[in-house]
T-cell receptor, first 112, second 115 residues
Framework: GQQLNQSPQSMFIQEGEDVSMNCTSS?????WLWYKQDPGEGPVLLIA?????ELTSNGRLTAQFGITRKDSFLNISASIPSDVGIYFC????????????FGTGTKLQVIP | DVKVTQSSRYLVKRTGEKVFLECVQD?????MFWYRQDPGLGLRLIYF???????EKGDIPEGYSVSREKKERFSLILESASTNQTSMYLC??????????????FGPGTRLTVL
């Protein structure tokens, strides 16, 4: 199955820094989802985006639905140690059975 | 809060055994999914179901079957477990919210080891 291109693959940052990651697709989606996965756990939904150009926040997290509908971005401001984990984007095109295409993941490590 | 639960967090089975992984969701979602997650391969869809007793093959259905007798429960069955089925198994459910808004929620995962 297809996977979305997510970058960067991994990143080390200092506590307090801002983080940006993005996800690109060759296909159009009308829903973008962002998840965080801690080691040994299932992905937890962070933000859902439903409209091209939409900007949505959840605490220190902000995500944007690209205007081309082929990309999405996630920003984390003022990172803290518990932000450590793997972040996945996911695209969905409604009209089917809500099958989701996932990104390859961005592994975030925060240095205290 | 949406709740997706999986019957076991960790499971160890022997080659050739029949293995059942259970998933239950409490939000009356129509769609349920089974994925496996392996390092370097990401999340891969095994099977999904869009209604009771309905099932569709995902990208990697070989060696697996599923059962959905009740809306809230979706079972993954490994007919004869093999070592290459050692993996993290994730169940998810989804529904269409008002305004055509879709979303998908995951369970905590089952780490299966086949010896």
């Amino acid at each position: 199955g297809q996977q979305l291109n997510q970058s960067p693959q991994s990143m080390f940052i200092q506590e307090g820094e801002d983080v940006s990651m993005n996800c690109t697709s060759s296909s159009i989606f009308n829903t973008w989802l962002w998840y965080k996965q801690d080691p040994g756990e299932g992905p937890v939904l962070l933000i859902a985006l439903y409209k091209a150009g939409e900007l949505t926040s959840n605490g220190r997290l902000t995500a944007q639905f690209g205007i081309t509908r082929k990309d999405s971005f996630l920003n984390i401001s003022a990172s803290i140690p518990s932000d450590v984990g793997i972040y996945f984007c996911a695209g969905l095109f409604s009209g089917g059975y809500q099958k989701v295409t996932f990104g390859t993941g961005t592994k975030l490590q925060v240095i205290p | 809060d949406v709740k997706v639960t999986q019957s076991s967090r960790y499971l160890v089975k022997r080659t050739g055994e029949k293995v059942f992984l259970e998933c239950v969701q409490d939000m009356d979602h129509e769609n349920m999914f089974w994925y496996r997650q392996d390092p370097g391969l990401g999340l891969r869809l095994i099977y999904f179901s869009y209604d009771v007793k309905m099932k569709e093959k995902g990208d990697i259905p070989e060696g697996y079957s599923v059962s959905r007798e009740k809306k809230e429960r979706f079972s993954l069955i490994l007919e004869s477990a093999s070592t290459n089925q050692t993996s993290m198994y994730l169940c998810a459910s989804s529904t269409r919210l008002a305004g055509g808004r879709d979303t998908q929620y995951f369970g905590p995962g089952t780490r299966l080891t086949v010896l």
